[in-house]
């Protein structure tokens, strides 16, 4: 089933770590379609970190798009999101869905594991994202997931992910195998225009899932 705060197939876009032009970047990929937005950076600097993150909510919520944190459970409670993304190495599914309340979108990295997928399917998670696909530029030694894990994570009913090298000339046999959102870093954020580099994977989803932008 899909979570009430989640949109029909689109694209996902997670941000590219600190840039004086973030919040120009995201409002351009806003603009171009994308219908999740991630905030993912790593530094420790809480409060950039907390300004940027209540922006891009706002950013979000203006465009009718839904804003995720990246790894940060804390940061989510205190900049009012409504849904995080937790990897294999962040806070565990039952301390973010407890933290969060019942009505949170929790999505979880899955990678090149299928049982991982099972497993927290049976969590409570939201979504199920497995990757990298292709050589991905923002992380090179990413571990390589096959196509067949789209087809085959179908069975635990939940909205799957596709990330990892994916551009608009790639991206298509995914979308057949399953994929319900595609998620890209450089390909939107590491493009001079945000907007447009958004807007060329709009035609790839079938007319019947497009979000309006």
Sequence with gaps: ????LLPAASLYVITDG????????AAAALRGGAALLQYRDKTT?????????????NLCTEAGALFVVNDDVDLALACG???????????????????????????????????????????GADYLAFGAFYPSPTKPLARRADIGLLRASAEFGLPRVA?????????TPLIEAGADYL????EVFGQPD????????GSLFPASAKVSA
């Design 1 to 4: 089933m899909r979570h009430p």
């Design 194 to 201: 945000p907007c447009e580099a958004a807007r060329r994977f």
């Design 18 to 25: 600190p840039r004086p032009d973030l919040a120009e970047a």
């Design 45 to 57: 600097d809480t409060t950039r970190r907390l300004a940027e993150a209540r922006l891009l909510l």
């Design 163 to 171: 990330i990892g090298g994916i551009n608009p000339d790639n991206a």
């Design 183 to 186: 998620a890209v870093v450089s």
């Design 81 to 123: 999101a409504r849904a995080v993304h937790l990897g294999a190495d962040d806070a565990d599914l039952a301390t973010a869905r407890r933290r969060l309340g019942t009505d949170a979108v929790i999505g979880v990295s899955c990678y090149d594991d299928l049982e991982r997928a099972q497993r927290l399917a049976a969590a």
